[in-house]
């Protein structure tokens, strides 16, 4: 079992930053992929970001791309996404997600791909 615990979420202005967070406990952090993903209301759980165990290699979805940043300290056990020039489109709950892959060098897009689940943070960008 990973145990998944987001924080950072909040109420920003849009243009504004927020760094989010997410504590790994449980087994070998560094045996992740890891993700975030965000859903809003009446929306389908969408990918943000991930990056290998590695951390070598990153990936986004089209709609933050240039904006946000996904790493990962695999020594805290912590990945974080830092978002900048937020909009009001990126209201939304904001999960981050493990998965347990074998390749350096390979993470998922697809939500169901992911084996574990934080509780999620709420992100709110007001106009």
């Known amino acids: 079992q990973v145990q998944l615990v987001e924080s950072g979420g909040g109420l920003v202005q849009a243009g504004g930053s927020l760094r989010l967070s997410c504590a790994a406990s449980?087994?070998?952090?560094?045996?992740?992929?890891m993700g975030w993903f965000r859903q809003a209301p009446g929306k389908e759980r969408e990918f943000v970001a991930a990056i290998t165990r590695s951390a070598g290699i990153t990936g986004y979805g089209d709609p933050v791309k240039g904006r946000f940043t996904i790493s990962r300290d695999n020594a805290k056990n912590t990945v974080y996404l830092q978002m900048s020039s937020l909009k009001p489109e990126d209201t939304a709950v904001y999960y981050c997600a493990a998965d347990y892959i074998v390749s350096s060098i390979w993470f998922n897009t697809r939500a169901s791909s992911y084996d574990y689940w934080g509780q999620g943070t709420q992100v709110t960008v007001s106009s």
């Open positions: 449980g087994r070998t952090f560094s045996n992740y992929a």
